[in-house]
């Protein structure tokens, strides 16, 4: 059964930063892609970043372009959410997914493409 688990969330004031972490267990995936999404009260869950399984290819919304970094440390089956310069409207649960049996270079934007999801954790920014 695969299992991903979100921390790493909590309260920040207006230009603080946090670290999410995603831990991904139960799977025996050669190669995966992975993503974080957001989704605030009342709005649709957004895409935030993803990255390839060889960690050379990455994309970022444009909200958090510059901002957000995504990493990942394929060894211990993670995947990390630097977040700095937030702000309030960055408010929300923010979830990570997997894009499973995917090219090592690929990634993946869109919810549809993910197989995967954790259960989020919880940022809010206070201003």
């Known amino acids: 059964q695969v299992q991903l688990v979100e921390s790493g969330g909590g309260l920040v004031q207006a230009g603080g930063s946090l670290r999410l972490s995603c831990a991904a267990s139960g799977h025996t995936f050669s190669r995966y892609a992975m993503g974080w999404f957001r989704q605030a009260p009342g709005k649709e869950r957004e895409f935030v970043a993803t990255i390839s399984w060889s960690g050379v290819n990455t994309y970022y919304a444009d909200s958090v372009k510059g901002r957000f970094t995504i990493s990942r440390d394929n060894a211990k089956n993670a995947v990390y959410l630097q977040m700095n310069g937030l702000k309030p409207e960055d408010t929300a649960v923010y979830y990570c997914?997997?894009?499973?049996?995917?090219?090592?270079?690929?990634?993946?934007?869109?919810?549809?493409?993910?197989?995967?999801w954790g259960q989020g954790t919880q940022v809010t920014v206070s201003s």
């Open positions: 997914a997997i894009d499973k049996d995917v090219g090592v270079h690929t990634i993946a934007v869109v919810t549809a493409q993910y197989d995967y």
